[in-house]
């Protein structure tokens, strides 16, 4: 089966004075996501942004926001984020209590956004097994979190084999994103290792978004990646 590849430019490198009209080239060219990075300083050691800007952006655009939440107990905001209009909401395996992730999961799902799970680069798949039944999208992190404009580590090719295997194995039929460290020059490679939804920041926003955008449109081609 082929799954439409989805760009999802991540506004964590735009340029906050221009966000409406960045994010407008994004949509105009035919970005289809949107990704949200909410960081707590405690997951990670950064802060980026949260509900009221996400309430703003709801309102100047029809893009599918893609909320990542690298931020501890995701129980605790995932109530308001999609009220505040996420269409998806993505927690980190390693942010849940010892209870693990099941409850977050469920709970986005009940109130009708997607979900998704997401890993950081060290930690291994076989920790997030008993949620691929649930989730929408699995997320690899292809960086560390935290930080925009880091290099993509390459191990990351050899999780997407495994997990392409998981899904297929399985019958499973999440989409598979990829984010951190994604380039013109590697996004080929990524979607050709099994990802379809592709996080770029930094290629994005910095220079003409516009063509940024267009240019990875380009490399997707038809735009379908096989399973
Ligand atoms: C990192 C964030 C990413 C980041 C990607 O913690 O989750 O979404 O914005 O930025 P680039 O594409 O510049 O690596
Ligand atoms: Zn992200």
Known sequence: MDR????????????????????????????QYLHYDVMDGMFVPSLSFGLPVLSSIRKGTKMFIDCHLMIVE?????????????????????????????????????RGAGCGISVKPATP????????????????????PGFGGQPFIESTYEKLDQLRSLRKEGGFDFDIEVDGGITLGNVKSVIDAGANVIVSGSSVFKGNVGENVKSFFGIFGDGSALE
Not at 79 to 107: N, P, W
Not at 128 to 142: E, H, K, N, R
Request: proline share 4%.
């Open 4 to 31: 439409e590849i989805k760009l999802a430019p991540s506004i964590l490198a735009a340029d906050f004075m221009k966000l409406e009209e960045q994010i407008g080239e994004c949509e105009k060219n035919g970005a």
């Open 74 to 110: 995701p129980n605790r905001y995932v109530d308001e984020f999609i009220q505040a209009g996420a269409d998806s909401v993505t927690i980190h395996y390693e942010a849940c209590r010892e209870k693990g992730c099941m409850d977050v999961l469920k709970r986005i799902k009940d």
């Open 125 to 144: 798949l076989v920790h997030i097994l008993p949620y691929l039944g649930i989730v929408d999208m699995v997320l690899l992190m292809s960086v560390e």
